[in-house]
């Protein structure tokens, strides 16, 4: 490795949180960026702005001292790696640097990150979008403790339906919002439903960007990788979820899930995935990876077949994995509905929980943006769901995670 390289590697790998409050200096060409920037520091940085490039950021920083951070402008640079080399010789270890520029390209942005850069944002720089970097990389200057045990970790639910449209996400928003609300565990909610999943719908939020990345690069998974993808719903509650073209999946890499399940565990004490029926080799790692598999269903015939039928899938690929089978939108009726009776003596177990049709109420709390014991606290589908969340709650209290401490005053709370 040349001394160039290796300057950089140290650079970029960070030696530890600094002391008091970080110092951060940033070197942007437009105003509405300084703006933003300037909003977001507040009083949480040691911030200095200033006018300018990557070259402006050698120019000052040659002969001075280099901050602990450092964001700096890429725009109209002819070589930007070349500049990143020499922007690592006048820079101390430890310093972490975010970049920011206009060229919108997956092969550049992972270029950059090979190239030790933290993160990467297209211009315009969404607000919310540089605040979320930014935190990131405070967070890598003070990598997560490890569990020391399976024991642990955190618990991992997946959710998945018999059937379509049997109420799946709302289900999982719910069981989410539940146990870091009302039961304060730090809880990452999940969407793999990259193509139409509504989770981010749910909570009236911008789907995150990030997953997609992780799942076809898992080398890449890493608790930086985490934070700069998810996005906070309130103090506990995070979400991990994208929004790809109908005509684009995901190229899922082996191992992928696994990988992404193992950090997840490290920063939350439960964890909620949505896991959409269309893909089998998602499903079947989504499944290995859980301790608890809820599968939601309708009292319909056709339910009862495809729930019989992921239940098996399920012993087959869920390793020691809890199944529980969860029967919702009771009471709609319609041909082919079953009395809860004959339904459980043909599936071979008792259902789990028994949640009521309330279609109005849903409709309302997902349209406003609400979760349902927000948008719609009384509705006998709120209580059934919220009851059933009380067999995930936590024996003991835990100690509060990276990720809560992370999104903390990140997002005014869903009231």
Same mark, same amino acid.
């Given at each position: 490795?040349?001394?160039?390289? #290796? ?22 060409? %437009? ?27 050698? %120019?000052?920083?040659?002969? +001075?001292?280099?901050? &602990? ?114 039961? #304060? ?9 990259? =193509? ?131 029967? =919702?939108?009771?009471? &709609? ?25 309330? +279609? ?6 997902? =349209? ?22 009380? =067999? ?24």
């Amino acid at each position: 490795m040349s001394g160039v390289a #290796q300057r950089r590697e140290n650079l970029f790998a960070g030696d530890g949180p600094s002391d008091g409050i970080p110092a951060l200096a940033a070197f942007i060409q %437009d105003d509405a960026t300084r703006a933003s920037l300037a909003a977001i520091a507040g009083s949480t940085w040691d911030a200095t702005i200033l006018p300018g490039g990557i070259e402006d950021a050698i %120019d000052q920083l040659w002969n +001075g001292t280099p901050p &602990r951070y450092l964001v700096v402008d890429l725009t109209g640079v002819a070589d930007p790696f070349s500049a990143i080399d020499r922007l690592a010789e006048v820079c101390a270890p430890g310093t972490l640097l975010l970049a920011i520029g206009d060229t919108n390209d997956i092969t550049f942005y992972r270029g950059l990150r090979d190239a030790g850069v933290a993160d990467y944002l297209v211009k315009p720089v969404n607000p919310d979008a540089l605040a979320a970097a930014l935190r990131a990389l405070r967070i890598s200057a003070a990598p997560p403790k490890r569990a020391d045990s399976d024991a642990d970790k955190g618990q991992i639910i997946a959710v998945v339906g018999s059937r379509g449209g049997v109420g799946v996400s709302t289900l999982a928003t719910t069981l989410a919002w539940q146990l870091a609300k009302a039961d #304060q565990l730090t809880t990452m909610l999940v969407d793999l439903d990259m =193509n139409s999943g509504t989770a981010a719908l749910a909570f009236d939020v911008e789907p995150g960007r990030g997953l997609s990345e992780a799942l076809e690069r898992p080398d890449r998974i890493d608790a930086l990788l985490i934070s700069t993808a998810a996005t906070p719903i309130s103090d506990q509650l995070t979400l991990l979820c994208a929004e790809e073209p109908f005509d684009s999946d995901a190229a899922l890499q082996p191992g992928a899930i696994k990988r992404l399940a193992n950090e997840l565990r490290q920063l939350a004490e439960r964890i909620i995935i949505d896991v959409p029926r269309g893909r089998t080799e998602l499903l079947r790692e989504a499944l290995s990876v859980a301790n608890v598999a809820i599968i939601v269903t309708d009292l319909s015939l056709a339910g009862l077949r495809d729930a019989t039928r992921l239940r098996t899938f399920l012993r087959g690929h869920a390793g020691d994995c809890k199944i529980l089978v969860v029967a =919702n939108r009771v009471g &709609r009726g319609g041909k082919g509905a079953l009395a809860r009776g004959d339904f459980e003596k043909a599936l071979g177990v008792t259902l789990s929980a028994l949640i009521p049709d309330d +279609g109005a109420a849903v409709a309302h709390a997902v =349209n406003t943006g609400r979760p349902l014991p927000v948008g719609a606290p009384a509705s006998k589908a709120t209580q059934a769901i919220v009851a059933l969340a009380r =067999n995930f709650r936590a024996e003991s209290a835990a100690p509060k995670s990276l990720l809560g401490k992370l999104f903390r005053r990140t997002r005014q709370p869903v009231r």
